[in-house]
Nanobody, 115 residues
Framework: QVQLVESGGGLVQPGGSLRLSCAAS????????MGWYRQAPGKQRELVAV???????NYADSVKGRFAISRDNAKNTVYLQMNSLEPEDTAVYYC?????????WGKGTLVTVSS
């Protein structure tokens, strides 16, 4: 079993920054890929960023150059640093972990970008 708990969401003005955290517990190891997804109202869940156990990263085109994903394997935690936030970034952000072909999800944290 894998448990994922997100934190760090909130209300921020356009152009501002937030850092999301995802604490993993259970049978998750540093080799497992982890990532962030988001779902805006009325839209499908979409990939934001992923990071492999080796530290390789991939980003959605819409966030490249603004967001950065990282992981601290000693703490079993994945981070998403979000800069230059735009109203279009408003969504519930979900942490994801992959293990043995199974996808695990956190409950999500709401990010609202508004003036």
């Amino acid at each position: 079993q894998v448990q994922l708990v997100e934190s760090g969401g909130g209300l921020v003005q356009p152009g501002g920054s937030l850092r999301l955290s995802c604490a993993a517990s259970g049978s998750i190891f540093s080799i497992n890929p982890m990532g962030w997804y988001r779902q805006a109202p009325g839209k499908q869940r979409e990939l934001v960023a992923v990071i492999t156990g080796a530290g390789n990263t991939n980003y959605a085109d819409s966030v490249k150059g603004r967001f950065a994903i990282s992981r601290d394997n000693a703490k079993n935690t994945v981070y998403l640093q979000m800069n230059s936030l735009e109203p279009e970034d408003t969504a519930v952000y979900y942490c994801n972990a992959q293990r043995h072909g199974i996808s695990y999800w956190g409950k999500g944290t709401l990010v609202t970008v508004s003036s």
